[in-house]
């Protein structure tokens, strides 16, 4: 073999390991590096191009629609992250970039946490209404409706008042689902 060709094999041996070895940090881990880094830049069999392994990692908010920026001397790249990243934790990919100089690769991590919080704030309306729907279901349950007897008027105010709550929170269930899969659509673009 020649020296390129062992170089070629050593490189992607030692990829395959970082890349690996990247997967499943603990949330230990992840809280001391919640930046975005580059574990390793392996040249690839293509000239001028190299497969760039790195990892990006959610602070104290979940990162829905991860998505970092790669650049080169040559080449920007976006890449984004099919899995969301949960608090605290990391994950570790890699992708192929250009470069006449691979000391010039950078990674910058694209900063979505306002969403993300507008996005567990939206979510935390939906289980609220949901809630407030199912005790309001069973506040109507305990209104007896007897055979054929009228009902007392204050039995009448009540299981009107109870419908009217709830219709005005299925309203309040709709617009707050329209909001949470707007904001979803936005963030994964």
């Keep these: 073999m020649n020296k390129k060709t062992t170089l070629s094999i050593s490189a992607v041996a030692l990829a395959s390991i970082l890349l690996v070895s990247g997967f499943g940090l603990s949330s230990v881990s992840a809280q001391t590096s919640s930046q ?9 069999t293509l000239e001028n191009q190299y497969s760039v392994i790195f990892q990006v990692c959610a602070g104290s908010t979940i990162m829905r629609a991860p998505q970092v920026v790669m650049s080169s001397d040559s080449e920007v790249r976006d890449v984004k992250l099919n899995k969301t990243i949960a608090p605290n934790a990391c994950k570790t990919t890699a992708t192929v970039i250009k470069a006449l100089d691979p000391n010039t690769i950078k990674v910058k991590k694209v900063d979505k946490s306002k969403i993300n919080i507008m996005i567990t704030a939206a979510e935390k309306n939906l289980v609220k209404i949901k809630k407030e729907i199912s005790a309001t279901n069973d506040e109507l349950e305990t209104i007896t409706l007897p055979g054929n007897t009228p009902l007392t008027n204050d039995a009448m105010k009540k299981l009107n008042d109870i419908t009217s709550k709830l219709v005005e929170l299925r309203k309040e269930l709709k ?5 949470y899969y707007r904001l979803l659509y936005v963030i994964k673009g």
């Excluded at 975005?36 to 690839?44: E, L």
């Excluded at 617009?175 to 909001?179: C, G, P, V």
């Design 36 to 44: 975005t880094s580059i574990k390793a830049k392996v040249p690839s």
């Design 175 to 179: 617009d707050a689902r329209s909001e």
